[in-house]
Structure formats: C-alpha cells, structure tokens
C-alpha cells in the first residue's frame, strides 16, 4: 500500500507541475490560433479538414493508431495534409512518396519519436538523452543512438551472428516441442505458442541461462509492460492506469539487472554482448544497460511473436494448405536412428526459401496481410518531394502501410483478404512463371510492399524474424497434428484493434486445441539442423 501511494506521489510531481500545467494551457491557446487562423503553403499535399471541428483529434482518440488508415480509405488520396491541434500531419499513401521519404533519412527522421517514447519509459534526464542522442562532435565519435544502430544490423543481417542467435533460439524452441505430452496435450494455442515462441526468442538474445527460465512468470511481465507500453509513455498515473505493465517493468529491471550483475551476459548473443560494450564505452550503469536490454526484448517480440501464431492459425484454417505444406516440407527433414534405440526426426530452416515456395509464400502473403504498421517520420527541414510538394520542418509524416499493402490496383480484386499462393512464384519444375505483364505487377507490389518499414529504419531483425516464424511453424505443420478440443473445424479467431507503434495486431481471446506428434513419428526426438538437441 505504501508503495502504492509513493508510487502515485511521485507521478502527480512527475507530471502535473504548475509549470506543466500552464504549458498545456498555452499549447492548448497556440493550437486553437493554429487551427483558426494559420493557412498552408500552396505548395503542400491538400488540407482535408473534418466536418466537425477537431474531428481528427476525436477521430485518433477513438481510433487511435487505425485513424490515418480509416481516413486515407475515405480520403482516397495519394497524398494529404490534416492538422491535429496545430500540428500538421502529411498522411503519405502512395509508394512513390513514401519511397521517397525513406530516401532521404536526414529530411524524414525516425529519431524523435524513439528518443521521446524511450525518455518517457526509462525517466532518463534530459542532459542523459543528449549524450544518448548527440550528434558526432568535432572528434567525429557516433552517438550511442548510432552506435546501437549499427550493431543491430551488423549482428542480424545473415553472418555468423545471426546464425548464432537462430541456432540458440531453434535450441530452445526443440526443448519446448521435445516437453509435449505423447498422449497430446491441451493448450489455449495463442497463450501456449507466446509463451513457447517468447522463451526461444528470449533464450537466443540472452543465452540459455536467462532470466525467463529461472522464472517463467516473466513471460507474462513481458507481455503486461507490452501491452501497457503507449499507458507508460503517456505517464497518466501509470501505477494506476497500466498497473500491470508497471509492475511488470519493475520485475523486468531487478531479473536484468541481476542477469548483468552474476555476469550471465557473457553467455549472450553477440548482439546482446556488443548491447552492454556500447553502454559501457558511452558511460552506461549496469541498471541503464539493464533496461535497454529489456526494451530490445519488447522490440524483438512484439511483431515475431502474434505473426507466428497468425500463420499456423491460417494455415491450419484451410484444410487444403497442411498437406501441401507437409509434403514440400519432406525435402528439409530427415528421420534417423539416434544409436539409443529411438529416432530424431531433424528439420532445417536454411532450406526453407529454396525447397518450400508455398511456406513461403504464405510467410510474404502473411507479412502483407497482418503487418501494416503506421510508421512515423519527423521532417527536420523543408523539403520538396517528387519536385511536387512541400512538406515543412516541423511536420510530421505518417504511413498507413495498411493502404498500400492492400491496395486493389496493385494486389488486385482479392487484395483485402489473405490468398496463400499469392507470392507463389514457380510451377511444379520450379521454372519462373511471370509473364511480362505479371512482372510489371510484381514491381509495383514490391514498392508498395512495406511490413518491416524502410529505410534507415527498415527492422533490422527481419531475418531473425522469418527464422523465428518459419521454425515454428514448419515444425509444428510437419510433426504434430492440431485439432480443435471441441472438435469443431478450426477456426482463425479475431484480431485485436492494433496498438499504437505495432505492425500485427495481437488475437482477441483463445483456442482450445489438442497438439499430439504424429502416429508416425511416435517416440522421436526433434531437432532442428544447427541448433543442439539433434
Ligand atoms: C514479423 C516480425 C517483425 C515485424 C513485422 C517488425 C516490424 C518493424 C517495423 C515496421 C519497424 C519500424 C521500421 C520503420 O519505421 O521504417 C521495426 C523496427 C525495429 N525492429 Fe522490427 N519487426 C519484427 C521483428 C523484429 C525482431 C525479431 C527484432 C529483433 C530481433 C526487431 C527489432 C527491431 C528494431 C531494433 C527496430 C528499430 C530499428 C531502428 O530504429 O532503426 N524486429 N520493426
């Protein structure tokens, strides 16, 4: 209770200073003149202004990170200005504009909302976050930001770190399908594979001794600060309107903190080791590198984890697609005597892309269809883009990837819906079948096919990604059969409204099934090629 009542004190002081308060104020006063008085430059996109005053604002209150997309599917514009309490918003949905910010990183930065959601959820000061952002001084030495960056995606594109962190995670997720009962066990199947998915994920950063598996609960901490993440940055009483991502981030900090303190770290990934020298060299405590840690954990679940569940749950949906995926998923196992009087039955992912095209597809068609994040950039300095309009500093620009990624002229009449041959691109010899025309279709799909972002931006962890969802699913599609505990046919279950900063959204509710290992398979071991366990 004393807690309770400390914690809520130090909010109120946090956020509701008188100094605060008369800021609101003004930038109330300032926005109202803005929106009364203040007019565009010819040359910006067109002003769509709400019939009612402030309509937008009660539109991404009521929406909220669906509100550009919902408008942009009215609006039916390339591209468009709104103001929201003086803010001016250039809604970008059109591939070639949006190509064109992501090409030009310096005019259309990522940075500032990273820098202020990051600030927020850590507390860090002010003169902190200027050594964590500053830009290379005189003796050219990159900032922490830069350096964090660069590492991310020198230790996830394919190479030697990568093959590492996705061996450990395959180590970990093979421990999991190795626990399931040969009788069959029954499993809500969303909470089952988050958790069975989020322990490999976490197992492959952290190493195999990590916080998550001396205390499985942290699972579910995980995935309260998740959920809670937008009620954490806005800081509103956090202890009372986001208790269980409060709490959850606190548990987050102690078990880190104590996984640098006995130095489990060093059994890390190189990702995760190069994380704790870059904090070090820029000046970092162990508690600040702690939390980083944490954050980069949200990073790597948040997406990887839903899709995975969406893609067995579409594939399992359709009657037709597990034994086409099973039987193009016999050239990538091997069944063999493993000298102790049993089986191992070996699967390997790294011949998914060549050996699997309807997997495949299926993985590209699911990225379309489920990952359409609303990506952000601040506009730093007046620019023209496409010699056609200005967008002004100041600014901010928004991506409804939903819109391109469904758009009808570029994916065609069933554009809304999920088509599993949709990126399947050979005939039974394997011979390219794209025709011109097909060809030229498939350019624009290409430009207008945005699930990771792009950019400087674009997710440094795809690939960790698509081995992540592919290991999953592959082997659950190959080795198990799922049926519903009703016995009823299975069922694709809701989504979720998506949260503000995610691309997938997340189910709404659970499906009992029965997950058994196939009759044929019966007392094998499983294992996946690179990782141990084989
Ligand atoms: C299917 C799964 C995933 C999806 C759909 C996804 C999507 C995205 C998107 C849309 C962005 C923002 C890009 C932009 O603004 O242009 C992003 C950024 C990021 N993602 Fe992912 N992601 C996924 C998995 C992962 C994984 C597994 C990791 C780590 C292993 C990861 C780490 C990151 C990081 C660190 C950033 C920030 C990059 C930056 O600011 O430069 N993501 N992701």
């Known amino acids: 209770m004393a807690s309770t009542i400390m914690d809520l004190v130090r909010d109120i002081d946090v956020e509701f200073s008188p100094l605060i308060v008369c800021g609101i104020i003004a930038g109330v006063v300032f926005a109202c003149w803005q929106f009364l008085f203040t007019g565009l430059d010819p040359r910006e996109p067109p002003e769509v202004r709400s019939s009612i005053p402030f309509g937008h604002l ?9 509100y550009v997309t919902v408008l942009s599917r009215k609006v039916k514009q390339p591209i468009y200005t709104i103001r929201i309490l003086g803010t001016r918003m250039y809604i970008l949905c059109s591939p070639e504009f949006i190509q064109r910010t992501f090409a030009n990183p310096k005019a259309f930065t990522f940075e500032p909302f990273v820098s202020t959601a990051v600030r927020r ?5 002010e003169p902190d976050m200027k050594i964590l952002l500053q830009e290379p001084g005189p003796e050219k030495l990159p900032s922490y930001a830069q350096d964090i960056h660069d590492l991310e995606h020198s230790t996830l594109t394919p190479g030697a770190a990568l093959s590492q962190l996705n061996d450990a995670f395959q180590t970990r997720l093979a421990k999991s399908f190795n626990e399931i009962d040969t009788e069959g066990t029954t499993v809500n199947l969303h909470s089952w594979s988050r958790d069975v998915v989020t322990q490999a994920a976490c197992a492959a950063i952290l190493g195999p001794d990590n916080p998550y598996e001396d205390d499985p609960t942290l699972i579910e901490a995980l995935w309260d600060f998740e959920t809670d993440i937008v009620l954490l940055i806005l800081r509103i009483l956090p202890s009372l309107t986001a208790r269980r991502g409060y709490v959850g981030r606190a548990r987050l900090r102690t078990a880190y903190l104590s996984y640098h303190h006995t130095g489990l770290w060093k059994q890390g990934s190189p990702l995760l080791r190069g994380m704790r020298e870059i904090g070090k060299k820029h000046g970092f405590n162990d508690t600040q590198i702690a939390e980083w840690d944490v954050l980069f954990t949200i990073a790597a679940v948040t997406n990887a984890i839903p899709i995975s569940f969406w893609m067995l749950s579409y594939i399992l949906a359709d009657p037709q697609l597990t034994p086409s995926v099973r039987g ?9 005597e493993d000298g102790k009087g049993g089986k191992v039955l070996t699967l390997d992912p790294r011949m998914i892309r060549e050996h699997c095209p309807i997997l495949i597809s299926i993985w590209e068609e699911m990225l379309r269809f489920t990952s359409q994040p609303t990506l952000g950039r601040y506009v730093t300095t007046d620019t023209v883009v496409n010699n056609e309009y200005l967008l002004k500093a100041g600014s901010v620009v928004q991506i409804p990837t939903g819109i391109t990624q ?22 039974k010899d394997g011979k390219e079948k794209a025709s011109k025309d097909e060809r030229e279709q498939e350019k624009l799909q290409r430009r207008a096919y945005t699930p990771f972002g792009g950019g400087k931006n674009l997710c440094p962890g795809r690939h960790a990604a698509a081995n992540e969802t592919l290991s999953f699913v592959a082997m659950m599609i190959y080795a198990f059969t799922i049926e519903n505990k009703d016995g009823k046919p299975f069922k694709v279950i809701e989504t979720a409204p998506r949260a503000a900063g995610a691309s997938v959204p997340k189910a709404e509710g659970d499906v009992e099934v029965i997950i058994r290992l196939r009759d044929d398979l019966r007392g094998a071991r499983l294992a996946f090629a690179g990782g141990e366990g084989r």
Do not use: Q
């Open 121 to 125: 959820l850590l507390n860090i000061s």
């Open 406 to 427: 469904s758009n009808p002229s570029y994916w065609g009449p069933d554009s809304s819906s999920f088509n599993a041959r949709r990126f399947f691109k050979t005939d």
């Open 58 to 66: 009660f539109g991404m209150l009521w929406y909220k990170a669906e």
């Open 328 to 336: 193009e998923l016999k050239a990538i196992v091997t069944v063999k």
